[in-house]
């Protein structure tokens, strides 16, 4: 029978003895069945190098398999005790400036020191040596938040190291680096290091090479703690959690292949709908890194987010009544193999003392750790779906390196962004109802009807012609502007824009116009400001331009046809609305309606300019579906199971209620289950 794991991180030795056994009491209450152990815990596991306390861990252990909690047991590798940066401060991490940090927080440590792998393989062994066989374990959580950066002498031999496997000699380097220019020409390899702060703007094809490389340098630290754990005993998993933010150096899509789960960390930033689509983003990347793993996909879980508040910038706001459930089913709809949290019960004292936790520091007796239980009693219930895909209807390319890339301070727009470009895109599919993979154009593509390029900065050859491939087989693509700029070192294509995407596309951009916001352009697709660009069409037709102004009559938007499909290019940003429109009216064209650039213009009452209202997300194996309607809005939510593809007799399996005549209220949530309308 499948299980959907519920829990969170749990942290007994930060507290007295009769406050750990009220916990096994209240998990039960909630119904957690599994919790993260041992996160932060070096210090007391290993007090002085070598020596050993496993004691305090011992007791939890036991006690959790008593009450029927699953342990993921985390190697504490992300936090070295004091006695460790003491004794080895040459494997502490040093900033771009120069500056070696010590102990005193959290992430102090340099994944290139002999000193400090040496360590985590001794504390790492021990753990495995005594608790892998335990009847506990279910899960082996290695380090935490992979992303810390270091400018180390040990960084820098490593670095060269990577280098030459990535580009051979230094002749080959060089011109990957474009060192000609600014004299930054290397003649020895001792020349090369970490990209240091420097005088003014640093190379960024040696900033991209240095992220590429912190990847690989952490990924080698994973997989060194992956392989003592798997010798101990290879039947039971290993994962780490993946951390998400511009910190983060790590390209999951290549982690996605060495976890036996792919395992994401997941905090918005906004509140009330922007929240619950961030969150329906978080959940699609993760799903799509854990299915698009070459050879074959593996399952996904929510490893950790915050019960009860959202931490936008600057402060730490209350979810509302629901969000909890609401937030924690979006993942479970989307694919993932349950709901935990950062963490059980919130800290009194630390630098994360005003951390959520699922007990609050109001006690049980609170609405937190209500809905937590209320959370905890429904997961059982859905737990049906565990093992049925989700199936999507829309694709968008997403690419770390590119966003790294696009962290340079030279490009001729600061606004320019590829997270925030795709986001939007993902935000208004969503709001429009489709459900969306993320994909990397370098590996052979979904044949979804609608794939959208969303200011993918490096491109590839290889990514060019499968989205080639893409179009000639049916598909309709959609390329936003700063696409196809840079091969994959980071050099310009030359020859005018978009690079890569030329031929595909069908146009030729001579001149990219960045223009004040105060610039409005009317080209009747909607309100643009701040970017537009000189395209010449060269066998696309263009179906929008520029209405009046200096640019009257150029293109802003067009279409090329090729083999049984179509590439569009958009040269200018629009506003979430109008973009909402242009996708709709586009992903009709594709069905095989046409359109013209009044089709693509939001009219008046576009749900986009609204409250998304009700998220619906299907997963579907064999004939049986389950269809989860999370209703984000104020208003009840009336179902139609025909509208819905639901045959006769499908139930709310929340409330075993019909689904025929059933209303879901505002803040609230069903998930339909049934066969499939013949």
């Excluded at 290695?142 to 030459?164: C, I, K, M, P, Q």
């Excluded at 929240?275 to 929510?302: E, M």
């Excluded at 009044?598 to 409250?611: F, H, M, Q």
């Excluded at 299907?618 to 509208?643: I, K, M, Q």
């Amino acid at each position: 029978m499948s299980v959907l794991w519920f829990g969170g991180d749990h942290n007994p030795e930060q507290w007295p003895e009769e406050v750990r056994a009220q916990d096994i009491g209240l998990m039960r209450r909630a119904g957690v069945n599994l919790v993260t152990v041992g996160v932060f815990s070096w210090s007391l596991l290993e007090p002085r190098e070598g020596e050993f306390d496993f004691g305090w861990l011992d007791r939890e252990m036991d006690r959790l398999y008593g009450a029927g909690v699953g342990v993921a047991l985390a190697t504490p590798t992300a936090s070295p005790p004091p006695w460790f940066s003491t004794a080895h401060p040459d494997a502490m991490p040093v900033t771009a400036e120069g500056v070696r940090l010590t102990h005193g927080s959290r992430d102090t440590y340099d994944v290139t020191a002999p000193a400090y792998r040496a360590a985590c393989e001794r504390i790492v062994r021990a753990l495995a040596e005594r608790y892998s066989a335990h009847p506990a374990l279910r899960l082996w959580h290695v380090h935490n938040e992979y992303g810390t950066w270091s400018h180390s002498v040990h960084a820098d031999r490593a670095f060269r190291e990577w280098l030459r496997g990535r580009h051979g000699g230094l002749a080959a380097l060089n011109e990957a680096w474009t060192t000609a220019f600014w004299g930054q020409h290397y003649s020895d390899w001792e020349q090369v290091r970490t990209p240091r702060a420097t005088q003014y703007l640093a190379n960024p094809a040696h900033v991209l090479d240095f992220r590429r490389f912190l990847s690989d340098a952490m990924l080698d630290h994973y997989l060194a703690q992956r392989g003592v754990l798997r010798e101990a005993n290879p039947a039971v998993p290993v994962t780490t959690n993946l951390a998400f933010g511009d910190w983060v150096p790590v390209d999951p899509w290549k982690w996605a292949e060495h976890v036996d789960l792919v395992a994401v960390d997941d905090y918005p930033s906004g509140t009330g709908a922007e929240a619950a689509a961030q969150t329906a983003f978080a959940a699609d990347l993760a799903r799509s890194y854990a299915a698009r793993v070459p050879g074959g996909h593996r399952p996904w879980l929510l490893m950790e987010q915050a019960a009860g508040v959202v931490y936008t910038p600057g402060r730490t706001v209350a979810k509302a009544p629901g969000e909890i459930v609401r937030h924690s089913l979006s993942h479970v709809a989307r694919g993932s193999r349950g709901a935990m949290f950062f963490q059980w019960r919130a800290s009194r004292g630390g630098s994360e003392q005003w951390h959520a936790g699922m007990v609050p520091h109001a006690g049980p007796d609170s609405r937190i750790f209500r809905e937590v239980c209320e959370l905890g009693s429904l997961l059982p219930r859905v737990a049906g779906a565990a093992e049925a895909p989700v199936p999507a209807d829309a694709a968008l390319t997403w690419d770390p390196e590119s966003w790294w890339a696009m962290g340079a301070a030279s490009l001729p727009d600061s606004g320019l962004d590829h997270l925030s470009a795709v986001r939007q895109v993902h935000r208004v599919l969503w709001r429009s109802g489709r459900t969306v993979d993320l994909v990397r154009p370098d590996r052979p593509l979904p044949p979804v009807p609608l794939l959208v390029v969303s200011s993918l900065y490096l491109l590839s050859d290889e990514a060019a012609a499968h989205l080639t491939d893409y179009v000639e087989r049916g598909g309709t693509l959609v390329v936003t502007p700063f696409s196809g700029i840079a091969d994959p070192r980071g050099t310009v294509r030359t020859g005018g824009y978009p690079g890569a995407l030329r031929d595909l596309l069908g146009v030729r951009v001579e001149e990219l116009r960045p223009a004040p916001d105060t610039e409005l352009f009317d080209t009747g697709l909607g309100p643009v400001r701040g970017w537009t660009e000189a395209v010449r069409t060269t066998g696309a037709e263009a179906v929008a331009v520029h209405r009046s102004g200096p640019y009257a009559g150029e293109p802003v938007l067009t279409r090329n046809r090729r083999g049984a499909g179509s590439a569009w290019y958009l040269s200018v940003r629009l506003d979430d609305t109008a973009l909402g429109a242009l996708l709709a009216g586009v992903g009709a064209a594709g069905a095989g309606r046409d359109a013209t650039a009044a089709d693509l213009r939001p009219g008046p009452g576009s749900p986009l300019g609204s409250d998304p209202g009700v998220e619906l997300v299907r997963r579907v194996e064999g004939s049986l579906t389950w269809v989860f309607a999370l209703n984000h809005g104020d208003a009840p939510y009336r179902v139609d199971p025909a509208g819905l593809g639901l045959a006769p007799g499908a139930v709310d399996l929340l409330t075993d209620a019909a689904a025929e005549g059933l209303t879901v209220r505002g803040g609230g949530v069903a998930v339909l289950h049934g066969r499939l309308s013949p």
